[in-house]
């Protein structure tokens, strides 16, 4: 996959138009980390890639850790904010997960628990600026 490493959005629509961009560029069995402070749009963000394909109702899992959608693949969508020890997400079987090479997995928060993290992955840093801009960091690891 091959992104321009940052982008900044300054609307909604912006936000949309560049996750259908990076939707296009998405393989199967690839992990997307995003990062970044409450209310930047990780989840937003997710929800416009996944409604590229035809995945609607997308909300985000932060009490059921995971969230799984059907669509032409499989989705697997993390939220690791209310993970208080890397046990749960062994507990909730991850690594399985982790193991689908089908599925598309995105991770919000993944920066708190790097360990667990495969180190073939994309990582996307979001900053909410002073003025409600975006700024999008794409990193390929």
Do not use: C
């Amino acid at each position: 996959m091959v992104i321009p490493s940052l982008h900044k959005v300054f609307t909604e629509q912006d936000t949309e138009k560049l996750a259908f961009e990076f939707s296009s560029l998405l393989e199967a069995g690839e992990v997307i980390i995003l990062n970044g402070n409450l209310g930047t749009g990780k989840t937003y963000f997710i929800k416009s890639v996944l409604k590229s394909f035809e995945v609607f109702g997308v909300n985000s899992p932060t009490f059921s850790i995971v969230n799984e959608y059907n669509a032409d693949r499989k989705y697997y969508h993390f939220d690791f904010y209310r993970i208080e020890a890397l046990k749960e997400l062994y507990d909730i079987g991850f690594e399985e997960y982790m193991n689908d090479e089908e599925a598309v997995k995105f991770i919000e928060w993944g920066n708190l628990f790097p360990i667990i993290l495969p180190h073939k992955r994309t990582e996307i840093e979001i900053k909410l600026n002073d003025d409600f801009s975006r700024d999008f960091h794409f990193r390929k690891q």
